[in-house]
Nanobody, 115 residues
């Protein structure tokens, strides 16, 4: 089993920044990919960014150039630095971990961007 705990969400004005953190514990050696998804009210859960064990990254087109995903393997933590936030980024952000056998999700952290 893998446990994921997110932190760093909150309320920010448009144009501001937030950094999300996700700490993994448990069978962390089994994790291949970690990342972030988000779900806005009335929408499905969409990819924001992912990072592999080799450091390869992939971003949703809407966040490229504004969001940066990084991973501290010593701390078993993945980060999402979000800059130039806009109200369309308002959503619950979920940490994600992929293993060979299954995917894991955190409990989610709310990000609200006011105009």
């Amino acid at each position: 089993q893998v446990q994921l705990v997110e932190s760093g969400g909150g309320l920010v004005q448009a144009g501001g920044s937030l950094r999300l953190s996700c700490a993994a514990s448990g069978r962390i050696f089994s994790i291949d990919v970690m990342g972030w998804y988000r779900q806005a009210p009335g929408n499905g859960r969409d990819l924001v960014a992912i990072i592999t064990n080799d450091g390869l990254t992939n971003y949703a087109d809407s966040v490229k150039g504004r969001f940066t995903i990084s991973r501290d393997t010593a701390k078993n933590t993945v980060y999402l630095q979000m800059n130039s936030l806009n109200p369309q980024n308002t959503a619950v952000y979920y940490c994600y971990a992929q293993t060979l056998s299954r995917n894991y999700w955190g409990q989610g952290t709310q990000v609200t961007v006011s105009s």
